[in-house]
């Protein structure tokens, strides 16, 4: 059984940093696309990044280009999500997820990702 468990959340004022973590167990984390997704309260979740198994290729929302990374190792079975220069509308719900065999077109889609973790909250303050 494939579990997702995300660290790093917490409380932090604008223009500040935060990294989260995600670390994925029960299944061949090689094989997996990541993605962090985010939900802001009363909003639908969103994507924000993802990171492809092969190539390591990155994904990004337009807004959070620049200050987010995404980054993945292997070694550790972990994808961390590096976040600068924080946004008061970055507060939300963010959520790993992994996938495998995910099409281009359906990379921003939380549908096409088949594990999710619990999430860990993230609030910037002003």
């Known amino acids: 059984q494939v579990q997702l468990a995300e660290s790093g959340g917490g409380s932090v004022q604008v223009g500040g940093s935060l990294r989260l973590s995600c670390v994925i167990s029960g299944g061949t984390f090689s094989r997996y696309t990541q993605g962090w997704f985010r939900q802001a309260s009363g909003k639908e979740r969103e994507f924000v990044a993802a990171?492809?198994?092969?190539?390591?290729?990155?994904y990004y929302k337009e807004s959070v280009k620049g200050r987010f990374t995404i980054a993945r190792d292997n070694a550790k079975n972990t994808v961390y999500l590096q976040m600068n220069m924080l946004k008061a509308e970055d507060t939300a719900v963010y959520s790993c997820a992994a996938g495998a065999g995910i099409i281009l077109s359906s990379i921003r889609n939380p549908g096409a990702y088949d594990h999710w973790g619990q999430g860990t909250q993230v609030t910037v303050s002003s």
């Open positions: 990171i492809r198994s092969t190539g390591g290729h990155t």
